[in-house]
């Protein structure tokens, strides 16, 4: 540097100073060391964003690789939807059935408990029927019996023998006689004699037995 230069600097030098421009440079100089720092760190962080981009794009990448190398199942996921389907229009129709048949076993066992209820009322009738008959056919064998019993007897046994007859007067009943059993004696014989029905003589007697009548044993004659 020559001298004249260094008397321009010296002399520019207490201009500068004399102006205040030395605190402003010292300011843009602090600026742009800042505005470095920033871009620095700006750049870190772009860098560190860009490899974290990118490792997530190679992640997404490998994952639809993986993705893509399976096989294609859906045909077969298709296939066994529509197998279900099928399963299921078959259930539907199975309980359409059974509700149809559920409805006929149904109607059948009315059918079946009217029959039955049917059967059994004609059944009860012909009990009915048939007890009365067996009844009526008692009367008549115990009257054929006592019948016969009185038929076979001894005749003069028959004519010589007192009739043991009490009058209502000596039996102290009211409106009634009373009979004493004598051997051979029989209720039906008895009702013939008196000319009462072998049924009002046996209600007249409740507590007496038509086949073991006891000799001596009073009977009330309606």
Known sequence: MSDKDDDLTIETRPEIDADGDGGGLQKLT????????L?????????????????????LESEVLRISQRPDRTPEIEEQIAALEQQLESLDDRLVNVGSETARAVRAAQ???????????TLSREVRTNREQINTHADRITE??????????PQARERNRPTPHVSAEESGTEGTDVHIIQPGDTLGGLARKYEVSLDALMRANPGVDPHRLQIGQRIVIP
């Open 30 to 37: 602090l600026a742009l060391g800042a505005a470095g720092i």
């Open 111 to 121: 059918g079946i408990r009217d029959q039955a209820q049917q059967a059994l009322e």
């Open 144 to 153: 054929l019996h006592e019948f016969l019993t009185e038929a076979t007897r």
């Open 39 to 59: 871009g620095i760190v700006l750049g870190g962080v772009a860098i560190y964003m860009a490899a974290q981009t990118t490792r997530a794009m190679e992640q």
